[in-house]
Nanobody, 124 residues
C-alpha cells in the first residue's frame, strides 16, 4: 500500500502563488507516475499535472500550462505542485495520486492511490 498526504493549500489572492506538497509513504517503490488532480464544487475531478517518478517526463492540463510546475524529490518521496499566477477558477480541492505504471496519463481511473486532498481558494 501507498499513503499520500497533501499539504500547502490555503487562501490566496488572484495573481498569487502556492506550493502544494504530496508526501508518499509505504511501498513507494511500487509507484511510478504521480499526478495532481482537482475538484471544484459541483464539478468533476479533473487532471492538472503528472510526472514520471524516475524521470523528467511531465504533462499538464492546458488550463494550467505555463502557470503550474510539477516536480519531485525522490530522496524525500515527495511531489510538488508550484502554482503561480493563480486565478479564481483555480479554486478547488487538490488531490495527489500515484500509479504503479510508468506512463504519465491523465485519466483518473489509471491511478491506483489517492490522497485526501487539500483546499486551495483563490479570491478575486
Amino acid at each position: 500500500q501507498v499513503q499520500l498526504v497533501e499539504s500547502g493549500g490555503g487562501l490566496v489572492q488572484a495573481g498569487g502563488s502556492l506550493r502544494l506538497s504530496c508526501a508518499a509513504s509505504g511501498r513507494t517503490f511500487s509507484t511510478s507516475a504521480m499526478g495532481w488532480f482537482r475538484q471544484a464544487p459541483g464539478k468533476e475531478r479533473e487532471f492538472v499535472a503528472a510526472i514520471r517518478w524516475s524521470g523528467v517526463s511531465t504533462h499538464y492540463a492546458d488550463s494550467v500550462k505555463g502557470r503550474f510546475t510539477i516536480s519531485r524529490d525522490n530522496a524525500k518521496n515527495t511531489v510538488y505542485l508550484q502554482m503561480n499566477s493563480l486565478k479564481p477558477e483555480d479554486t478547488a480541492v487538490y488531490y495527489c495520486a500515484a500509479r504503479r505504471a510508468m506512463a504519465v496519463v491523465t485519466s483518473l481511473s489509471e491511478y491506483d492511490y489517492w490522497g485526501r486532498g487539500t483546499q486551495v481558494t483563490v479570491s478575486s
